[in-house]
């Protein structure tokens, strides 16, 4: 259980510039200084959503691969 819980750790810290997603994406997230999964996840949901410029296509990819990746449980509505 331990590898699994350190390997969604490295995951989410990865910088999201060496991760497959789009160019969109990224420049979205630059944007929004989030570095890694991890800013993004302890923003939290409700933070997100309720933003002023909030980008349901951006949000799609990130739950995309938070999904394809087992790890869409960590994403809260805080």
């Known amino acids: 259980m ?3 819980v350190n390997s ?17 994406f990224k420049n ?6 989030f570095g890694c999964i ?3 996840l302890d923003t939290g949901t409700k933070r997100i ?3 002023k410029d909030f980008d349901g296509e951006w949000f799609e990819e ?6 394809k990746h087992h790890i869409l449980y960590l994403f ?3």
């Open 8 to 24: 969604v750790q490295h995951l989410i810290k990865v910088p999201i510039h060496n991760h497959e997603f789009s160019a969109r």
């Open 38 to 40: 991890k800013d993004i």
């Open 49 to 51: 959503i309720y933003q």
């Open 2 to 4: 331990e590898t699994s």
């Open 76 to 78: 809260r509505g805080q």
């Open 62 to 67: 990130l739950l995309d691969f938070l999904g």
């Open 28 to 33: 979205v997230c630059k944007e929004k200084k």
